[in-house]
């Protein structure tokens, strides 16, 4: 299925709620046709055939939770030009989990709300690999469900940030202290929102993607030429207003003795740099 497909295909589940017949593109026996049935038992008694939760790999050794990209991505801008999610949705599993778990999110579901109160103690998760708060609902939902779990440490990136504002407003600054956010840039949003998104209690700071000529090497693999590359990325930061920076070693919780820095306090103000990949 093309990206362009399987955006039309996810769009109209979501605005009409039914499934769509399958495409006639997809070939008798293939991974597409297999999990769109098994997609299709979900649509039909809304019992998840995909996990909700996802479990870490090496690049991100933490559970994390996706949603379907771009459709649920208010604040999207710039960034739209290099999504990596949008590759993700090639493969059929990604794809159609991605898809249930908005749905979920949309009914606020029970089998979502039941999963995320499963989860292991004293975890660290990752709300949103793969889109974003898609409405004001959907944050409040999911402050609601965090401050229910606050043995758990939860962090995130978003360009919603109109949506944080409104929320904050809201219910007088009140969030869950175990929530963390990380501003992504490439929003569509100037540096006045910014600058007030950077005031609130949830804001631990910028995560900024950064064009860069050459690809970032492993660390772990060669670390001086991943200091080098690091000394680059420094210097664009610096040449587009990021006096200081951390940079980001492309594997999640690899960052610091101490933990992830996206997802500590100790890291709050400080501007984390990566580049776009």
Request: glycine share 8%; with cysteine.
């Amino acid at each position: 299925m093309s990206r362009k497909q399987a955006m039309g295909f996810a769009r109209e589940v979501l605005e009409t709620g039914k499934l769509p017949p399958m495409p006639d593109t997809f070939k008798t026996g293939s991974d597409w046709e297999r999990y769109y049935l098994k997609f299709a038992e979900f649509m039909s008694d809304g019992v998840p055939r995909f996990t909700v939760f996802v479990e870490g790999n090496d690049k991100l050794p933490f559970l994390h939770f996706g949603a379907m990209p771009v459709l649920t991505c208010p604040g999207a801008g710039d960034c739209l030009n290099w999504c990596y999610s949008l590759s993700s949705i090639r493969y059929p599993a990604t794809y159609y989990r991605l898809l249930q778990n908005t749905l979920l999110i949309m009914r606020q579901d029970k089998a979502l709300t039941d999963a995320f109160m499963a989860l292991p103690k004293d975890t660290t998760i990752r709300l949103y690999v793969d889109g974003d708060f898609g409405d004001i609902q959907t944050l409040e939902y999911w402050m609601y469900l965090i401050s229910k779990r606050p043995d758990l440490t939860v962090y995130g990136y978003s360009k919603s940030w109109a949506l944080f504002l409104e929320y904050d407003a809201k219910h007088d600054g009140n969030w869950p202290t175990n929530y963390f956010l990380n501003l992504s840039s490439g929003s569509i949003y100037g540096e006045a929102m910014k600058q007030r998104m950077l005031k609130l209690y949830v804001c631990r700071g910028e995560f900024v993607a950064l064009q860069v000529p050459e690809k970032m090497p492993l660390k772990d693999k060669n670390p001086t030429a991943w200091a080098q590359w690091a000394k680059v990325l420094k210097d664009i930061g610096r040449a587009n207003g990021y006096s200081t920076g951390f940079v980001c070693p492309g594997k999640c919780g690899t960052c610091t003795p101490k933990g992830h820095a996206c997802g500590l306090p100790q890291f709050k103000g400080i501007p984390i740099l990566i580049g776009i990949h």
